[in-house]
């Protein structure tokens, strides 16, 4: 399987896709503006112990408090918060835990009130992401990830990935790990360790041993809520998890993110040479034909290239998928024609999971077949399918109605990209404004926002008919606004707005609603 990875940075906004065999599998986006990324460590408040939940609500700084259920503290979790304590109150002199007298571990069947009162000041990790209207969940068991390893504190445990092809390798990889592990430090060995040294693997483990000193050296002195330490970016944090020697190709538009991927391609791999710049002043995701894409695949129906589709329905239960045939079924051996279908939309099912991130239970109609091989090819090609995909989840055979139950582990919000185009004139509704009073609405609308915020920066989106109306003349409109309030208003257009629509942003470019 070939694989290539393009990145899109356009300014706070940095755009990642994923494409296996030219197909567009993953598509992840983020802002430099995200404070909650997966793997983030945070110093947090508990607001509340809730105990018919048997959770805790944590404030880390998110505008919802976030979760931390009891089942997620890990039996260590004394331990990682007298360490904190210690270290906080400086009675801790070192980030190592050789000498840390580790505290008994708490049982399974526990109450989060044993654990956690009010207004404790906790250690905890982000789980996932903040999703709807839901804060970040959270985690007291820290882990440090690494290309080939993952450090786990106060454990003593070695596990190795099953994915490692022999038995042999990992027992090797056992006995070496445990061999140069930091006492009181468990370790993962990943997959992408199969093969590798003690030299190579001696060095990562310092690299994730610096980055537990940061949190001890944050510790010292920071207050709740606080960041201490972030996780990766999301390109070189794909990087980390993804990659493999069959990545044929790296393409980066940024010329400062291309030298930081190929920097890090060549830390891993000898194959640097496969991180490229895009040079072209078309667009990279235009360019890689992955803007096509994603307007065929985010709809309602995804349609595949023997004419059958599949139709993706959402609700707050779950999320139901159905496979239609379309109209170019063969009248002759239709079971062996239906078998054809289902085995594709198996590919393409899974496909669409990965691509926007469904999470939870899914629930996929296929077309009916009688035959019992059949129907145990089709449910041993979905798992085939769904074994590139790096959340967990589970494939359930197909029930006596044909329905087959998938569940997939939800981690970050799902990726939702609206393909339909509107008018841009009346927005779809068949009625046009008079925009003869459109800078009159413009005007009190700055007015108000210049006295509400009189130390921010504004920005101005609008059509591009009506930004060149506002810059045009000596003096302009825009220099007329600078002259009354001494405050310059940046004027961006937009071709995607209608000629009667105006937004003000503020510095961080989060809109001002009005």
């Not at 959770?55 to 260590?76: M, N, Q, R, S």
């Not at 050789?98 to 399974?108: H, L, N, P, S, W």
């Not at 985690?139 to 454990?155: A, D, H, K, N, Q």
Request: glycine content about 6%; proline content about 4%.
């Amino acid at each position: 399987m070939e694989k290539e990875m393009i990145v899109s940075s356009t300014g706070k906004t940095v755009e990642v896709a994923l494409l296996e065999d030219g197909k567009l599998v993953e598509i992840h986006r983020q802002r430099s503006t995200d404070q909650f990324t997966v793997g983030d460590v945070f110093l947090g408040n508990v607001k509340r112990v809730t105990a018919p939940l048997n959770a805790a609500f944590v404030d880390i700084g998110h505008k919802k408090d976030a979760f931390l259920h009891y089942t997620d503290l890990g039996p260590k979790v004394r331990s990682l918060q007298k360490w904190y304590t210690t270290t906080a109150s400086g009675k801790n002199p070192t980030d190592q835990l050789g000498k840390f007298r580790m505290e008994k571990e708490i049982v399974k069947t526990g109450k989060i009130d044993e654990v956690f009162k009010k207004r404790q000041v906790v250690l905890t990790q982000v789980l996932k992401e903040p999703i709807s209207t839901k804060g970040p969940r959270l985690s007291c068991e820290i882990t440090i990830p690494g290309r080939y390893l993952v450090i786990t504190p106060f454990s003593e445990t070695v596990a190795v990935s099953k994915k490692i092809s022999t038995s042999e390798e990992r027992k090797r990889l056992l006995v070496l790990v445990e061999s140069i592990r930091p006492a009181n430090f468990g370790v993962i060995v990943r997959t992408a360790a199969e093969g590798k040294g003690t030299a190579e693997l001696f060095e990562e483990i310092e690299l994730l041993m610096a980055k537990w000193k940061t949190i001890y050296e944050a510790a010292k002195t920071a207050k709740a809520p606080a960041k201490l330490l972030s996780e990766a970016d999301k390109t070189t944090g794909l990087l980390r998890d993804l990659f493999t020697p069959d990545f044929s190709k790296i393409v980066v538009d940024d010329k400062e993110l291309f030298e930081t991927v190929r920097e890090y391609v060549a830390g891993i791999s000898k194959k640097k040479d496969i991180v490229q710049l895009h040079k072209s002043n078309r667009p990279v995701f235009d360019a890689h034909g992955i803007t096509k894409q994603i307007k065929s695949s985010f709809g309602k129906t995804a349609t595949m290239s023997s004419g059958a589709y599949i139709v993706i329905e959402h609700t707050e239960a779950m999320h139901t998928i159905d496979v239609n045939s379309g109209n170019k079924m063969p009248s002759q051996n239709q079971q062996e024609a239906v078998l054809k279908i289902n085995l594709e939309s198996a590919a393409e099912v899974a496909r669409q999971l990965r691509l926007r991130d469904i999470g939870g239970i899914i629930v996929v109609d296929f077309i009916d077949m009688r035959d019992a091989d059949h129907r145990k090819q089709l449910v041993s090609a979905m798992r085939k399918h769904m074994k590139n995909d790096r959340a967990q989840h589970t494939v359930l055979p197909l029930s006596k109605f044909g329905l087959m139950q998938i569940t997939r582990q939800r981690v970050r919000p799902e990726v939702k990209i609206t393909t339909a185009e509107k008018c841009p004139t009346c927005a779809g509704t068949g009625k046009v404004n008079a925009t003869i009073l459109l800078t009159d609405d413009i005007e009190r609308d700055l007015n108000f926002i210049m006295e509400a915020r009189p130390k921010a920066k504004l920005k101005l989106k609008v059509h591009p008919f009506i930004a060149a109306y506002l810059k045009r003349g000596m003096p302009s409109l825009q220099m007329k606004w600078y002259m009354k309030h001494y405050r310059w208003l940046q004027i961006q257009a937009d071709n995607d707005f209608p000629i009667t629509t105006y937004k003000f942003y503020d510095g961080a470019d989060e809109e001002i609603k009005l």
